[in-house]
């Protein structure tokens, strides 16, 4: 999904529209990119010490709380729900 996002504001970048318009997108390119990007990855790679404790429960280690895996994807949903409106709303 990041990276679908990210060609569409790409050739929304291309078009040559008012100054404006090419801050409003890269802002919302930065809200794509650490939502997507960052959140994505803390939680998959940050949420269990070791990694492999996803897959291999019988090993001693520990995975954050539920209620922090819930709030890393109302971040991404709520994201998800800005960048087409923004994108629709921008021009």
């Not at 996803?54 to 819930?70: D, L, R, T």
């Amino acid at each position: 999904m990041l990276f679908a996002k990210l060609s569409i504001a790409a050739f929304l970048l291309y078009l040559d529209f008012a100054p404006g318009y090419k801050i409003a997108m890269w802002i919302t390119v930065a809200i794509v990119v650490v939502c997507n990007g960052a959140v994505a990855l803390t939680s998959i790679f940050g949420s269990c010490n070791p990694i492999s404790l996803h897959w291999n429960m019988n090993q001693p280690g520990q995975c954050w709380e539920p209620f922090v895996s819930k709030i890393c994807t109302y971040v991404q949903s709520g994201k998800d729900v800005q960048s087409p409106a923004a994108y629709e709303n921008i021009g």
